[in-house]
């Protein structure tokens, strides 16, 4: 059950968007794609929804293959954004609604609630160009998500939005998550990703890098970050065994570590020094472990 | 409801109930009125009025001689001693010199009338003056005889001879209809194609229904919205036809429908409607390459000047329906819905080649919605670079 994507490859002529990917997202599942500027996500996601032919490998949604039956079940919200300017929302809307095979009353019904839900009801019967940016996208990810579907594929639905939108935004695809909806998205921010997902996959040039649960992922990664903040003359652990890597920034240190055991040592030499505010071990975050993959290939 | 009808309808509405739809329907339907009332109009308009009595003042001689032939040439101008009106008539040697005072603007017929009866006075006197009699004078204006025989069977079908004037009437009309629904119309589709592009709003779209059931129903509904109008002008045009008095008019030019008329009314409607499918299906494939709406007018250029070159050939040979032009113009499939029924009102067009040209319409609307379809399926996705690298683009893959 769920969505399977197996060798997936996808050639433009000579350029290779995706490159023989293959990965799970379990039915329920929150998963993240994370990819720099033409890593391949939109181009999978089109792929998935069948908008683009691979060149070879298999997409199932459920075990099924998906085409234009299934896609009433399906949501998305396309990084390229916009709605026809001259429509009214509701028109836009319930017209998009409408092709999801949902019924005139029922969209509209739909489209009521989630302008309340977003903070926007007054927008209703106003012409989609005269709405702001943020508004437009609001409408949008309404748009996407109105007929209530099993799976969602959003593309970069945070880009663009001030923090409080972020929150709402986050709020209402954390809803439709615990409402049963298998959500992919795409995005650049770290912390989003990290927030939403269970899993994610790291795209590099159609390339899949990692993939997996987040907390497997971090688990997996034997270098740590060690962060001691004091106010002692610290440069000599630049060259102590184990460590990778050394900032300092005031009276914080950070160091990347190989390995957990090296931080017991540097615990062990540093604390006859004195006192210090704090001495942590971390898992990576994973904004280092993309900008080490991505940055490696 | 199925989604290709869903399309249909929603676009249908939209079109229908636009502002810009409705008044250019109200406008053009006016203007059909007005067009048949045309004779009402134009008098209302013209005001000078003819003139009733007039006062010669000439030496009497003149006078008497102009006198006995006014009555020729107008019933309504009486001559009386204090008209308001006057005329004046002085001879020198050879010729007349008048000039006439009226209170209102003098009227192009009484005009006439006046100039006619003083070139038959001025004849009059020559002829007196010289001793000519009139039948020496009838004789001077016999025509000579010219009778043109042709031995060739072709020459004389390229002439006027066998075509019917009513049946002319109809394609005049049917061919101003063809041209101006086409390029009015493709620009529509190209239009709401390219927009629906730019706007980026058919990334949504396709992902719900097929690219495919998308076009061809958007394409319908927009036939079906010229359809309409179409027949609102028909219905509007005979409803005109039957309360104004222009009927009479028609009836003075002597045109009379003949047995191939219905024919070539249905033969019109059928090539109407695959002319529109295949511009039209033509301007979708022109929409679908455009990415920003400035590219747009470009874009349909080719469109236009196929359109005006089917449109011309066909207005151009109205009155020679059998020349070689308009025969092998008949079977290029983009001139063929206005060429062929032109070649109708020929005598000499045989009913199978009207078939042939109903098969090559068939045909290449098949040939244009396949590739339409493929290429807007190719290019909705391609948003970014000028039109030549979507092109390239789209026939790289």
Known sequence: MGLSIKNLTMRFNEHTAVDDLSLHVEQGEMYGFLGGNGAGKTTTFRMILNLLKPTSGSITWNDKHINYDVTDMIGYLPEDRGLHPKLTVEEQVTYLGRLKGMSQKDSKDALKYWLKRFDVSENFSKKIGSLSKGNQQKIQLIASIIHNPKLIILDEPFSGLDPVNVELLKEAVKELNKNGATIIFSSHRMEHVEELCESICILNKGKQVLSGKISDIKRSYKEKRMTIVGNYDLAFLENAPGVLEYTKMNETVILKIAEESYAKDIYETISSLGYFKKISVEDPTLNEIFIEKVGKN | ?397
């Not at chain 2, 007196?128 to 009699?133: A, K, P, R």
């Not at chain 2, 199978?352 to 609307?365: A, D, K, L, P």
Request: charged share 15%.
């Open chain 2, 1 to 397: 409801m199925n989604k290709f009808l869903m399309i249909l309808v929603s676009a249908y509405m939209q079109k229908v109930k636009a502002k810009a739809y409705i008044f250019t329907t109200l406008i053009s339907v006016a203007l059909i009125f007005l067009g048949f009332n045309f004779n009402i109009i134009i008098d209302m308009f013209n005001k000078s009025e003819e003139i009733n009595t007039i006062t010669v003042q000439a030496e009497p001689k003149l006078k008497v001689g102009f006198e006995t032939l006014l009555p020729n040439n107008s019933e309504t101008i009486k001559i009386t001693e204090d008209s308001s009106n006057t005329l004046i008539i002085e001879r020198d040697q050879h010729t007349l010199h008048s000039e006439v005072n009226t209170e209102a603007e003098l009227s192009s017929d009484d005009k006439n009338a006046i100039q006619n009866t003083l070139d038959q006075l001025h004849q009059t006197l020559v002829m007196q003056e010289n001793n000519i009699t009139p039948e020496a004078i009838a004789e001077l204006n016999t025509k000579t005889d010219l009778i043109v025989k042709t031995t060739s069977e072709e020459a004389s079908q390229d002439g006027l001879g066998d075509i019917n004037p009513a049946n002319m009437v109809i394609m005049y009309v049917t061919l101003m209809l063809m041209f101006f629904i086409i390029i009015g119309y493709a620009g529509q589709v190209a239009n709401d194609i390219a927009q629906e592009k730019s706007s980026r709003v058919i990334e949504m779209i396709v992902s719900s229904v097929s690219p495919t059931t998308h076009l061809v129903a958007k394409v319908s509904a927009i036939i079906l919205s010229a359809l309409t109008q179409i027949l609102i002008f028909l219905i509007s045009g005979y409803i005109a036809f039957k309360t104004s008095n222009i009927n009479e008019a028609v009836k003075a030019f002597d045109l009379k429908f003949s047995s191939d008329t219905i024919p070539i009314i249905i033969i019109c409607i059928i090539y109407l409607l695959l002319g529109l499918l295949l511009y039209l299906s033509l301007a979708a494939m022109l929409g679908s390459f455009v990415s920003r709406m400035e590219d747009l007018q470009q874009s349909i250029m080719p469109l236009s000047f196929l359109s005006i070159g089917g449109f011309y050939i066909a207005m151009f040979s109205i009155a020679t329906p059998g020349t070689l032009l308009v025969k092998s113009a008949s079977y290029f499939p983009f001139f063929t819905p206005y060429v062929m029924p032109l070649r109708m009102i020929d005598p000499d067009t045989t009913m199978s080649e009207q078939y042939i040209g109903i098969v090559i319409m068939t045909i290449s609307i098949v040939l244009i919605i396949w590739l339409t379809t493929y290429i807007y399926k190719r290019s909705i996705l391609l948003t970014e670079g000028s039109m030549v690298k979507s092109i390239k683009k789209i026939f790289n893959k």
